[in-house]
């Protein structure tokens, strides 16, 4: 357990409306990740960060922003949601024991 | 570009089989492969491989790596219900100051009682 948590751990909207997702992790890791889970895809990098305020994009992260104002807390928002970003969204830290990734529990995101 | 390929795809076996999944990579500036278990919830770690040809072992599973060729296998004996899931292969590599992580599409493992 990386002590990471995810919330809301399942969310509905509609197409059009904002929307955050929050990781929260209680160990002072430096690296988080935001990814998003589909079949056929496998886990795809939207957005990660190497520190507070230091942030970068990953491989699909149109239609997605990110930031973090402070060590424990990763924000993704997704800024007017389609149907398209219905999936999947785990964060993960780097960290100990093996000094590699770990994942939060998920959350469901359904947009109608 | 780098890439990561899993295979099979999947794959159906009863119990007491003994299955091997591959991973196979092309990554600039390779630093350790992982294997990922995902069951209905979020991937949990198995192993870091970053030597060839040491093997890594935990209980019915094991893993090892080849630098050379660029693959992995991950083995698993006597195979459970329980080991149902799917197997994620990744690799990690050092950039601009950070840890980025190619993951494979992953192989579904369906173990029959």
């Known amino acids: 357990d990386a002590g990471i948590t995810q919330s809301p751990r399942h969310k509905v909207t509609e197409t059009g409306t904002p929307v955050t997702l929050r990781c929260h992790q209680t160990e002072n890791h430096r690296y988080m990740y935001w990814y998003r889970q589909d079949p056929g895809h496998g886990l795809r990098l939207i957005h990660y960060?190497?520190?507070?305020?230091?942030?970068d994009k990953g491989e699909v992260s149109d239609g997605y922003s990110v930031s973090r104002s402070k060590t424990e807390d990763f924000l993704l928002t997704l800024e007017s949601a389609t149907s398209s970003q219905t999936s999947v969204y785990f964060c993960?830290?780097?960290?100990?024991?093996?000094?590699?990734?770990?994942f939060g529990p998920g959350t469901r995101l359904t947009v109608l | 570009e780098d890439k990561v390929v899993q295979s099979p795809l999947s794959l159906v076996v009863h119990e007491g089989d003994t299955v091997t999944l591959n991973c196979s990579y092309e990554v600039t500036n390779f630093r350790s492969l992982l294997w990922y278990k995902q069951e209905k919830k979020a991937p949990t770690f198995l192993f870091m491989l970053?030597?060839?040809?040491i093997e890594k072992k935990s209980g019915r599973l094991s893993s090892i790596l080849d630098k050379k060729e660029l693959f992995s296998i991950l083995n698993i004996t006597a195979t459970q219900t329980g080991d149902s899931a799917i197997y994620l292969c990744?690799?990690?590599?050092?950039?601009?100051?950070?840890?980025?992580?190619?993951f494979g599409t992953g192989t579904r493992l369906k173990v029959l009682a």
């Open positions: 970053t030597s060839s040809g």
């Open positions: 960060s190497y520190g507070v305020k230091d942030t």
């Open positions: 990744a690799v990690e590599k050092p950039t601009s100051g950070t840890y980025k992580y190619i």
């Open positions: 993960a830290i780097r960290g100990p024991p093996a000094d590699t990734q770990y």
